[in-house]
């Protein structure tokens, strides 16, 4: 019985609150609107404070409001986990109010929006750009910001998923036999992020994938990608001595030096 009386009081609850905010979406009271847009905002009742200010936006654009407007409508989109539409609105706030007390954050936000929109590595990272991109931009217009060191962090996770991407291109190349293609998605890797955590391994993949592809080249082309093999071996032995790849790397270092005639003995 008192398990009844608590589920009728919840039901009494739920249809009042229901009949109060149909109240607030008919009123034409925007000030009386508004006001309670920013209440449900407050108690996280993001959908209401969003179907509220969706009219509103329309009804203070123009006035001295209206930047805030969009940055609660942003906001609460934010809040709903709708990082395209919050991203749009964030965009919108900065576009048309630059100088807006809210200008900053919401910069900053955009870049948040598009890297909680960013897939996986495997899937195309086209949003992942764009999160970078709106990152620096952000960096390069508040160079004093206590957000600076965060959209850092963030930059350097969205480069290596990048990376990733394009290691997963090169296996991909690989698993297929492509070894040419997989040689031009590894450089790729390798010169747009050169910093990467990844560079150990992508430059190993890449000498691994130059060896492979001279070795089933043509004859006309053989000797000079089994060179272009032999000076990546350099590059790679130079700059990581210790590798744990070191031994393939040798092995692909004789078997060319062998394949080129070479007289003299590996110096390992």
Avoid at 29 to 49: C, G, M, Q
Avoid at 160 to 187: Q, T
């Amino acid at each position: 019985m008192k398990n009844f009386i608590l589920f009728a009081l919840l039901l009494i609850m739920v249809g009042t609150s229901c009949s109060d905010y149909n109240k607030i979406v008919k009123s034409t009271d925007y000030e009386f609107k508004y006001k309670k847009a920013l209440e449900y905002y407050e108690d996280e009742e993001f959908v209401r404070s969003s179907q509220l200010l969706s009219e509103l936006v329309n009804i203070y654009r123009g006035t001295s409001r209206a930047d805030e407007v969009y940055y609660y409508y942003a906001k609460s989109h934010f809040g709903m986990n709708d990082y395209l539409m919050a991203g749009h609105w964030f965009r919108t706030l900065v576009k048309d109010f630059p100088k807006s007390k809210y200008a900053e954050e919401s910069q900053y936000m955009i870049g948040y929006c598009f890297y909680l929109d960013s897939p996986k590595p495997r899937l195309d990272q086209q949003v992942s750009q764009k999160a970078i991109d709106a990152f620096q931009l952000y960096m390069n217009l508040y160079p004093g910001s206590d957000r600076i060191e965060e959209a850092n962090r963030l930059i350097i996770e969205l480069r290596d998923k990048l990376v990733f991407k394009s290691f997963l291109s090169a296996k991909l190349y690989y698993d297929l036999e492509d070894y040419k293609a997989a040689v031009i998605a590894l450089n790729n890797a390798l010169k747009d992020f050169p910093d990467t955590k990844y560079r150990e391994e992508l430059m190993f993949m890449h000498l691994r994938a130059k060896y492979l592809l001279a070795i089933r080249s043509i004859e006309e082309k053989k000797e000079q990608r089994l060179t272009d093999a032999l000076d990546e071996y350099f590059t790679f032995v130079d700059e990581f001595p210790e590798s744990e790849y070191r031994k393939d790397a040798d092995k692909f270092y004789q078997q060319t030096a062998k394949l080129l005639n070479y007289n003299e003995e590996a110096n390992l």
